[in-house]
């Protein structure tokens, strides 16, 4: 048997089955004849053989709306938003531990997790944290590449170069979770970059489940 997409109406002889609103459970009238229940699920539609005079009762629906309404909740998108203090004018700021911690208060376990820094003039990398060395180097290689100052800047704000280093790093990053833990390699970190500061800045962490 072929079922129908949930919420339709599915007619045997002369009797006509009306589904259940919100969650596609067809309930059917007392019937001598065997007679069937299309169950709408997440991610398809299934069917059902009920015996003789079968319904499909009110406790029945209640129970499945609670276990689709805790499936959706277990895949829900968890949203934190973490304040960060940079000190200088540019500056690399290691927020690995901080991230970690939000992911551990969370519970996820197994998911990734989506890092996004609302700002235009700051961004956020992954990169070595083992070495300070290379976050210095970092700074430098972008100055030398994006000077403080130069003729063709015509921004009011005389931050111009701030602008241009945050769109060659980036305004957001992808980790990967599994076990509770950030997937990261032995010397990768987390850092927000500051290119105008000192200021406070937001970082933005989305954790989705698998």
């Keep these: 048997m072929v079922c129908p997409a949930p919420g339709a109406l599915l007619r045997l002889g002369r009797k ?3 589904p259940v609103p919100r969650i596609g459970i067809a309930s059917a009238p007392v019937d001598p004849k065997p007679h069937f229940c299309i169950i709408g699920v997440p991610g398809g539609t299934s069917c059902a053989s009920f015996p003789d005079r079968a319904w499909v009762s009110l406790r029945v629906v209640a129970v499945l709306r609670e276990a689709i309404a805790g499936i959706r909740e277990m895949h829900r998108p968890m949203v934190s938003r973490l304040a960060v203090s940079t000190q200088a004018h540019e500056q690399l700021v ?3 531990a901080r991230v970690q ?8 376990q197994s998911g990734v997790v989506t890092l996004f820094v609302p700002h235009t003039t700051a961004a956020v ?3 070595e944290n083992a070495d300070p ?7 430098k290689g972008l100055m030398e590449l ?5 003729e063709y800047y015509r921004h009011l704000e005389g931050n111009s170069d701030a602008h241009i280093k945050a769109t060659l790093v980036g305004p957001s990053v992808q980790v990967l979770v599994e076990g509770g833990k950030l997937v990261l390699g032995t010397w990768q970190g987390i850092y927000l970059c500051e290119f105008d500061g000192p200021r406070e800045r937001k970082l933005w962490v989305k954790m989705s489940a698998d």
């Design 146 to 150: 994006v000077p403080r100052a130069a």
């Design 133 to 139: 060395s290379v976050a210095q180097d970092i700074l």
């Design 16 to 18: 006509q089955w009306r």
């Design 94 to 96: 290691d927020v690995t």
């Design 125 to 127: 990398t992954i990169n």
């Design 101 to 108: 911690a939000a992911v551990s208060e969370a519970g996820l």
